[in-house]
């Protein structure tokens, strides 16, 4: 079988575990090329995982042997970027989130939608043994009703993270601590509880010199009946693992470092998973890419055989549109409902 090609779009801080699981994934994937407004930068990322470098985005997208464009820019250099792969009839798998807005994020599902191409959204974390477990072990019903959802996400980043320009602003990032770092756990979440039905939070600056928010907590309904709360910070020092603990009538669940613990009302507990860091403290990138080779292995899956990925862009659509919920009921000060007609 032919391998799967593979454009490369930004090599910024994010690249690093893409780059590694491509790398893993060389028997079946293709790197045609990598290509950055920087071309110094491109090559300097490209020579250390040895991938050809592209001088010309044009032409890279249209190379035919590219099956899919991978878009690793920051949320405000997307949209372009996807609109001219969609053209070429190319998949695209972005990295979180879609794009900055919500308008912004359905007009690119909707460009991809209109020509006929698959767009992934990378929430790695699905993909973790101990959240695929807990996955499992709720739809099968054994752990019974879902009453209580509790988010913790206690990470840090030092002042210097926020002193990049265009980092923690709507422009570039599209805001803070929301949607750059709680979305993983908060996509995560909505995976394993289903949608959220309203919120009401509070956002704020808390510890950093930013445009958006480094604090966010919130009340949440879910549409099964459940409660629930998040709380979630990049002013936590030294961080700490993100945390989802859900409370049914049979069993308890602790979600945390990918390990997941059940604690049954009978008196027996499960655990699975191992130990892994996950990127809460001060260096970002401290986790390992076995998570995004995973993604990455189901997204070229899934466009060699015409099926949607684990990861949709419906996905990446209802996660935004519950931030920019929380985001809303802090600044207006009230209760907001989720439409019940998004995904």
Same mark, same amino acid.
Request: include cysteine; charge should be neutral; aromatic fraction near 4%.
């Given at each position: 079988m032919s391998r799967t090609g593979v454009a490369v779009i930004g090599c910024g801080m994010a690249a690093k575990p893409h780059a590694q699981a491509l790398a893993a994934?060389?028997?079946?994937?293709?790197?045609?090329?990598?290509? #950055?407004?920087?071309?110094?930068?491109?090559?300097?990322? #490209? +020579?250390?995982?040895?991938f050809p470098v592209a001088r010309d985005l044009q032409a890279l997208v249209a190379d035919p042997g590219v099956d899919?464009?991978?878009?690793?820019?920051?949320?405000?250099?997307?949209? @372009?970027?996807?609109?001219?792969? #969609?053209?070429?009839?190319? =998949?695209?798998l972005c990295e979180k989130p879609i794009e900055r807005t919500v308008a912004a994020? @359905?007009?690119?599902? #909707?460009?991809?939608?209109?020509?006929?191409?698959?767009?992934?959204?990378?929430?790695?974390?699905?993909?973790? @043994?101990?959240? *695929?477990?807990?996955?499992?072990?709720?739809a099968e019903g054994r752990m019974g009703t879902l009453r209580l959802v509790r988010v913790d996400v206690p990470w840090w980043r030092d002042q210097a993270y926020y002193d990049e320009p265009g980092r923690g602003t709507y422009a570039r990032d599209g805001g803070g601590v929301l949607i750059s770092q709680a979305i993983h756990t908060l996509d995560l979440m909505l995976s394993l509880?289903?949608?959220?039905? !309203?919120?009401?939070?509070?956002?704020?600056?808390?510890?950093?010199?930013?445009? =958006?928010?480094?604090?966010?907590? !919130?009340?949440?309904?879910?549409?099964?009946?459940?409660?629930?709360?998040?709380? /979630?910070t990049t002013?936590?020092?030294?961080?700490?693992?993100?945390?989802?603990?859900?409370?049914? +009538?049979?069993a308890s669940a602790r979600l945390q470092s990918g390990v997941l613990t059940l604690a049954w009302r009978d008196g027996r507990e499960e655990v699975f998973g191992a130990t892994a860091t996950t990127g809460g403290g001060a260096d970002p990138m401290a986790f390992p890419f076995d998570w995004h080779q995973s993604l990455i292995a189901d997204f070229v899956a899934?466009?060699?055989?015409?099926?949607?990925?684990?990861?949709? !862009? *419906?996905?990446?659509?209802?996660?935004?549109?519950?931030? /920019?919920?929380? @985001?809303?009921?802090?600044? *207006?000060?009230?209760?907001?409902?989720?439409?019940?007609?998004?995904?």
């Open positions: 994934l060389a028997d079946t994937v293709d790197v045609r090329g990598v290509y #950055a407004r920087r071309e110094d930068s491109a090559r300097a990322f #490209a +020579d250390r995982y040895g899919i464009v991978l878009v690793l820019t920051p949320p405000n250099a997307r949209e @372009e970027i996807v609109s001219l792969a #969609a053209r070429h009839g190319k =998949a695209v994020a @359905e007009r690119i599902a #909707a460009t991809c939608a209109a020509a006929g191409v698959p767009l992934g959204v990378v929430f790695q974390h699905r993909f973790r @043994e101990a959240s *695929e477990a807990l996955a499992h072990h709720l509880t289903g949608p959220v039905d !309203a919120v009401q939070a509070m956002v704020a600056r808390s510890v950093h010199r930013l445009e =958006a928010e480094d604090f966010a907590v !919130a009340g949440l309904t879910f549409a099964s009946g459940a409660v629930g709360s998040v709380v /979630a002013g936590g020092y030294p961080g700490a693992p993100e945390t989802i603990l859900v409370d049914c +009538d049979n899934a466009v060699r055989e015409g099926r949607p990925p684990r990861v949709t !862009a *419906e996905d990446g659509l209802r996660v935004q549109r519950l931030i /920019a919920a929380l @985001e809303t009921s802090s600044r *207006e000060g009230r209760r907001v409902a989720l439409s019940p007609a998004a995904p």
